[in-house]
Structures are given as C-alpha cells and as structure tokens.
C-alpha cells in the first residue's frame, strides 16, 4: 500500500513541503499550493526536472505548484495527488473547468469553422472552460471554439468505465501515457474511471491497492471489474472479454479473456461500489 514515503504522493523535497505536511516532514519551507492550470496539450509530470516521465497531464488539469525552479515547477496533481515537476512554460492561471473531452479527441479553433487551421489538439478527459455556446461550438475562456459534440460537461460522466474505455481503442501503447496520443495500462484504467465520475490513482501498484476491495479468487468476474496482474491491470469488458493498454499488442485492445489469461495467468479481482444515481441537469 502507498504509504508516506512514496515520493510520488509526498509533497515534499527536502526545501520545500505542502503546508499539510507542517511536523511530519522535514523542509526549509512550508506552503500552501499555488493552483494553476496546464496549458499544453500535454504536460509530462516527471520524478525529476528533466528526468523520465511518471505521467502526462492534460490540457486543463489543475497543478498545485510548491516550487519553481530553473523554468522547472514542483507540486501535486489536482486530480490524483500525484507528485512530480512540470515545465513551467506549460503551466497558467485559470479558471474553473466547465466542461471535459468526451470524445476520443477533438481541435480547438480560431475561428467556428472547422476548415481553420486548428490551435490545438486535445486527447479524450482534457478540461476546458466554456464561455459561450452557439449550438454547434463552444467558445472557451482563451477564444478558441470547440465542437459541442465532443464536449459534456463537468459532472456529466459516462455510465460505465468500460464505454468510456472503448472511446480509446486503438490508441497505441506509450510507457507513462495518458492521452489519445498514447497509454499506458493504468492510464486507461484512470482515464475509464475518472470519465465514469470516479476518482483513481496513476500508476498500476497503487490501483491494486486501492481501487475498489479485493474479491475471492473464484469469483466469477463481471463487467467493470479491474483485473490485476503485477505491473499490469486491466477492466473486465464483459462476455468473456477485458479492454486493457498492453505491450502485446501495442495498443489500446479488447480480446478475450481467455486469450489473456493464457499468455499472462491468473489475475486477482477487484470490484467497485456501483455509483449512487445523480441527477442531471
């Protein structure tokens, strides 16, 4: 189980600590988060300045930031808590998110017309803040348009994880990926859940542990269930199938399970609570 010297859930680095953290931890300082917004397509969250990437953060993804240095800044993810060093030039001030990606991709435009050269790409779960609406397009708070239709707003999940992880088959296997440009097994299986309104941790060990609660080894596996393998994870799509990012094929795949189970063994279980309905509006 993650304890309190994982660093990638520790807020702290020897100069600095999240105020939270104020007798618990060594540091030089102390001090609350400062909130920002990433404004790439992508932002790497790397273990180090400059060092290998732990995980991608999308395009509007809240950032807490403790410390910058050398065009480097240290902090915590909103979403997740995961703790790492994003690029500076990546990060901005910004307003609440209003609205998310639901589609497997989409572009940002100058203009409302989807024959302009687009601004951006954003992957599947990135967040925006929508100023306006003309029936067809979004405008956000930077000036740029949306399609309408690929966007729902925050708060508007998806019924089931494993719809929501169907929106990124195909996308290729990336090592630390979490977008549609490329994922990792445990980046679907965060992508899937949090599209279904539910909060997940990064990285595979962590969601092994806790993500939903164990099931007996005989347990008849149904739809929704995460399977766990060590370093590997994946959800159970239902009629003797799972959906997972995986090596193999280099790729976002369902298959059946019993092709899985035979080139990778036995997996453990874990199920979780069904989702109190809520209402829209």
């Known amino acids: 189980m993650t304890g309190p010297a994982d660093r990638r859930t520790l807020a702290a680095n020897g100069r600095v600590?999240?105020?939270d953290l104020a007798g618990r931890v060594a540091a030089e300082r102390f001090v609350t988060p400062e909130w920002l917004r990433v404004t790439a397509t992508?932002?790497?969250?790397?273990?180090?300045?400059?060092?290998?990437?732990?995980?991608?953060?999308?395009?509007g993804a809240r950032?807490?930031?403790?410390?910058?240095?050398?065009?480097?800044?240290?902090?915590?993810?909103?979403?997740?808590?995961?703790?790492?060093?994003?690029?500076?030039?990546?990060?901005?001030?910004?307003?609440?998110?209003?609205?998310?990606?639901?589609?497997?991709?989409?572009?940002?435009?100058?203009?409302?017309?989807?024959?302009?050269?687009?601004?951006l790409a954003l992957s599947f779960?990135?967040?925006?803040?929508?100023?306006?609406?003309?029936?067809r397009h979004a405008r956000t708070d930077g000036g740029g348009f949306v399609p309408l239709v690929h966007l729902r707003r925050v708060g508007d999940w998806f019924a089931d994880a494993v719809a929501a992880a169907r929106c990124?088959?195909?996308?290729?296997?990336?090592?630390?990926?979490?977008s549609r440009d490329?994922?990792?097994?445990?980046?679907?299986?965060?992508?899937?859940?949090?599209?279904?309104g539910r909060p997940c941790p990064g990285d595979s060990d962590q969601q092994a542990a806790?993500?939903?609660?164990?099931?007996?080894?005989?347990?008849p596996p149904r739809r929704g269930d995460l399977m766990v393998w060590p370093g590997h994870v994946a959800l159970v799509a239902g009629r003797g199938r799972l959906i997972h990012a995986n090596a193999h094929h280099?790729?976002?795949?369902e298959e059946p399970l019993a092709a899985a189970l035979a080139r990778m063994g036995q997996p453990r279980l874990r199920r979780l609570p069904p989702l109190r309905p809520r209402p829209r509006g």
Do not use: K
């Not at 280099?250 to 795949?253: F, Y």
């Open 63 to 119: 950032f807490g930031v403790l410390e910058q240095r050398d065009g480097w800044a240290f902090g915590l993810a909103a979403d997740d808590g995961y703790v790492g060093h994003v690029a500076v030039a990546a990060l901005a001030a910004g307003a609440a998110a209003t609205h998310w990606v639901a589609a497997p991709a989409t572009h940002v435009y100058p203009a409302p017309d989807l024959r302009r050269e687009p601004l």
């Open 250 to 253: 280099m790729a976002v795949t």
């Open 17 to 19: 600590a999240h105020a």
């Open 42 to 59: 992508l932002a790497d969250l790397r273990a180090a300045p400059g060092g290998p990437r732990d995980r991608q953060l999308l395009y």
């Open 168 to 178: 990124l088959l195909g996308t290729p296997y990336l090592w630390g990926g979490n």
């Open 182 to 196: 490329g994922i990792d097994c445990s980046g679907l299986v965060q992508a899937a859940l949090r599209a279904a």
């Open 125 to 135: 779960g990135a967040r925006l803040t929508v100023v306006a609406e003309d029936g």
């Open 210 to 219: 806790g993500v939903g609660r164990p099931l007996p080894p005989d347990a």
